[in-house]
């Protein structure tokens, strides 16, 4: 796989494709390590080292969703040996971390970890898109044998098949909720005129007794009869309206999703973070389909841009009303602030890239994606900014 030759560190010249691949898979990346630790703990057997992960890289974050022999769920992308793993075709392995000049100043190799030695295998999806790693570690210079290496190999592919069944899954889940959607509104629909119809029938019924029309009766005997049935049949699927969730899935649960995730790397640039609820709504379920990726792009971008000791909050909220339904998101930062003119670029979905206040490269695909993310789920997004001042971001999606 080609990279980018004029970065520091390496980025792949499909970056826009691979990013996108890993978003579509919309992992919730604190919920899915059960699905692997078997295979971290069989990979470390297999390789002789005390430690193993399995990571999933995108714009800002390397991303440990599983971990065997090392408690980590995130680091930097930037102090990731995985990101160059995910540039390569086949393996990457460094024999001594310290005498190697991409990682010896890495704070798990000069720090208490004092870690040696790194071997790592591209999580390469059917497409080809290189979303992640599993890698082993340890604290002793070592060499793996091509035995070893083929059979790491075969615990990569396992790893991607079952990102690819979580993939399924989850898409198959979302179709069943929006055909049930579909099917309650059909209902809805339904119920109303043949609740009419019922009433007519009556009044035809009533009048037909008074002026002997019997041989009528059992004509409206029979109609009505049919038009209950369906009646019955559209009241067991409200019914189970009542019965369906979505997903397990609200406000409260939101916020501490985002906190866990997203408190790390704003501690990192001693950045106050805080996430409220502004809303009397917090046990309401709703889907969270692509929700962690709205927002954790927003939450990333805002630290990305947000100086030492400034600020980034976010606000949940939902609006209910009669007929609708609204989720909003607000992220908020007292950076540099937008133009008018970047802000339209940002709506138009072609702003480039650009390095934060600590030098984070911006890979320019984040705040695109998040636009289209958003009018997938038919939603809206308003940016509120004076350069200077910070920015913030209101989304609005309705469930």
Known sequence: MAVAPEQTRPIPLNEAERIKTLAEFDFDFTDIQTNFDNITALAAKISGTNISLVNLIDSFTQWSVSNYGLE???????????????????????????????????????????????FGIPLRTPEGYNIGALCVLDQDVKKLSPEKIELLKLLAIEVVDKFVNLKVLHNTRLSLDDLSIKQRKLAHDIRGPLSGIKGLIEIIRTRGYKNKMFDVMDYLFMIDKSNNEVLDLTEEILIEEKKIIKDDFNLNIFKDKLEKLYAPQAKAKNIFFKVSV????????????????????????????????????????????????????????NG???????????????????????????????????????????????IISEEGWGTNFEVKIPF
């Open 278 to 333: 502004i809303s009397a709504h917090n046990e309401v379920n709703f889907s969270k389909s692509k929700l962690l990726h709205i927002s954790g792009n927003l939450i990333s971008n805002a630290i990305k841009f947000s100086s030492d000791y400034g600020a980034v909050t976010v606000k949940l909220g939902l609006d209910i009303k009669e007929q609708e339904k609204n989720l909003r998101i607000s992220v908020s930062d």
């Open 336 to 382: 540099n602030g937008l133009s008018q003119a970047k802000i339209d670029q940002v709506m138009n979905g072609d702003l480039e890239s650009s390095d934060g206040t600590q030098g984070e490269r911006g890979y320019g695909f984040g705040l695109p994606m998040v636009l289209r993310d958003i009018k997938s789920l038919n939603g809206s997004m308003e």
């Open 72 to 118: 980590i769920d995130q680091m930097p992308r930037d102090e990731s040996i995985c990101q160059y793993t995910i540039a390569q075709d086949g393996h990457f392995e460094i024999s001594d971390l310290s005498s190697d000049e991409r990682s010896k100043d890495f704070f798990y190799v000069r720090g208490p970890l004092n870690l040696r030695y790194y």
